[in-house]
Every structure is written in structure tokens, then in C-alpha cells.
């Protein structure tokens, strides 16, 4: 892994609904997190809205995923990826939310978190979501953000 990336992966044993599991680095910061998505979702709306130039900065692309629903006062959320302009130049912010699961309420207090966040070029994000629709199809193995480094 670079110093600066995020690496996505998918894994599924039905037609649409599968596990995409995000790895993420930035330096000396790390983290990988996972949830279901039904790819024909993600495809049709997150890689859909990350073609958009230029991306918003209010309602910016966003992925999230985990157990229950927003709102749901057990709401979890595992993973979340948003993608939004950073300043003037162009550079992107990629923000990379996740999460462990925690399965019983006394276990809240166990739940590890990490957000690393990383520069981007819109280059390197077309070829990002070209990976990763291909990933989602299952003619790609891994799909590869590749952030600035300073």
C-alpha cells in the first residue's frame, strides 16, 4: 500500500447483495472496515453521483453502511466513504468513516472507530470508480483511490 490510499474490495455469495470492504491509509493512519451493499444500489447512486463535475460540496457522494437504519436508535454504521471538494485547485477530500460491529449493548463501550482523510485528484478519481464498478461485476479483484501525497 502506498503512503496515501484507499483500497476497496467486494465479496458476495448472492447476485446483488455483498461485502464491500474498505481499506484506508494516509501516512502513519490506517484502518479497514466493511458492510453489505446491494452493488446494483451502489452502482446506480455512489459511483454514479462520483462522476458528477464538479462534485458538490452540500449532499456530497457519500456510502455508508451497517446494521439497522438511520434514525434506528441501534443505528451502527461500519463504513462510510465521502467524497467532496477540498478548495479552490480542484483537490478532492476523501473521508473514510469505519467502524467494528458491536452485537450487544454492553459491548458499546468495545466499539473501535477510525476516520482518516486523504487529498485527491479528480483523475485519479475517474479511474477509482472505473475500478470499481468493475469490482462490483466481478471482473476486477480490487479498486484503488490513489491520494496526494505531500
Request: include cysteine; charge should be negative.
Amino acid at each position: 500500500m502506498s503512503d496515501t490510499e484507499l483500497r476497496v474490495v467486494y465479496w458476495t455469495d448472492e447476485e446483488y447483495t455483498g461485502q464491500i470492504t474498505a481499506t484506508v491509509k494516509s501516512g502513519q493512519f490506517s484502518a479497514q472496515g466493511a458492510a453489505w451493499f446491494d452493488r446494483t444500489h451502489v452502482k446506480g447512486t455512489f459511483l454514479t453521483a462520483l462522476r458528477a463535475f464538479p462534485l458538490p460540496s452540500v449532499g456530497p457522494p457519500t456510502l455508508a453502511g451497517g446494521f439497522w437504519a438511520e434514525g434506528d436508535p441501534r443505528y451502527q454504521c461500519h463504513l462510510r466513504i465521502t467524497i467532496k471538494p477540498h478548495d479552490s485547485r480542484g483537490t478532492l477530500l476523501v473521508q473514510v468513516d469505519v467502524s467494528s460491529e458491536v452485537w450487544k449493548t454492553p459491548d458499546a463501550d468495545m466499539q473501535n472507530s477510525a476516520t482518516v482523510r486523504f487529498r485527491a485528484e479528480y483523475a485519479a478519481l475517474d479511474r477509482f470508480v472505473e475500478e470499481f464498478e468493475q469490482v462490483l461485476d466481478g471482473t476486477r479483484d480490487v479498486a484503488i483511490l490513489k491520494g496526494i501525497t505531500n
